[in-house]
């Protein structure tokens, strides 16, 4: 079984600062997707980003990037100029492209942002 | 743009009683899906559907029933609710043929007592 594991359970950042989220998966698939969902107090799960595994390139949405290392099955969340409204839990996920559709999701990081 | 929508946002209940959550998506995603979070364990699935008439258990499916019979609709049943079922549960649909990404409707807290 596909297994997500987010080993910070929680991260706090200074305003303006750049922070960087970890997250490893366990596959022997070579095809599929990562995801990062932002969770703020509201409880509302928001897509930040995404990435296909195929692609080389690391994924970028305005002020966050990944660092995505297949060999490794390392997919790292970048928050750059982090601000006060990115104060949230932040899930990494994973889905197959080929058994169940299924999402597997990490235990989470809560990211506090410091005025 | 309404996108998922979840009921009730909040409820309380007695150890034994029975409820539904409503859940209804406007964006004629085949895949739905609901799943609790609990603090520390991260979203684990419970039940999901493929299409109407089509569904399969997650990972948590014990004491909790669902039904798909019609593509915006997937109702999620607690038969009798435990203390062990008190959890924030979502419900979340995407299309099978895109990259497929989740839309989460805004959760319902659920308290057995």
């Known amino acids: 079984a596909q297994t997500v594991t987010q080993s910070q359970p929680e991260m706090s950042v200074q305003e303006a600062e750049t922070v960087t989220l970890s997250c490893t998966y366990d596959?022997?698939?070579?095809?599929?997707?990562l995801f990062w969902y932002k969770q703020p107090p509201s409880r509302q799960m928001i897509l930040v980003i995404r990435?296909?595994?195929?692609?080389?390139q690391n994924a970028t949405e305005n002020r966050f990037s990944v660092n995505f290392q297949k060999a490794a099955k390392s997919f790292s969340l970048k928050i750059s100029d982090s601000q006060l409204g990115d104060a949230a839990m932040y899930f990494c996920?994973?889905?197959?492209?080929?058994?169940?559709?299924?999402?597997?999701f990490g235990t989470g990081t809560s990211l506090t942002v410091i005025p | 743009n309404a996108g998922v929508t979840q009921t009730p946002k909040f409820q309380v209940l007695k150890t034994g009683q029975s409820m539904t959550l409503q859940c209804a998506q406007d964006?004629?995603?085949?895949?739905m899906s609901w799943y609790r979070q609990d603090p520390g364990m991260g979203l684990r699935l419970i039940h999901y559907?493929?299409?109407?008439?089509?569904?399969d258990q997650g990972e948590v499916p014990n004491g909790y029933n669902v039904s798909r019979s019609t593509t915006e609709d997937f109702p999620l049943r607690l038969l009798s609710a435990a203390p062990s079922q008190t959890s924030v549960y979502f419900c979340?649909?995407?299309?099978?043929?895109?990259?497929?990404?989740?839309?989460f409707g805004e959760g319902s807290r659920l308290t057995v007592l």
């Open positions: 596959t022997s698939e070579s095809d599929y997707y």
């Open positions: 996920a994973y889905r197959n492209t080929n058994t169940g559709n299924q999402f597997y």
């Open positions: 990435q296909e595994a195929y692609k080389q």
């Open positions: 964006m004629n995603h085949e895949y």
């Open positions: 979340a649909s995407r299309s099978l043929y895109y990259t497929g990404e989740l839309f």
């Open positions: 559907s493929v299409g109407a008439g089509i569904t």
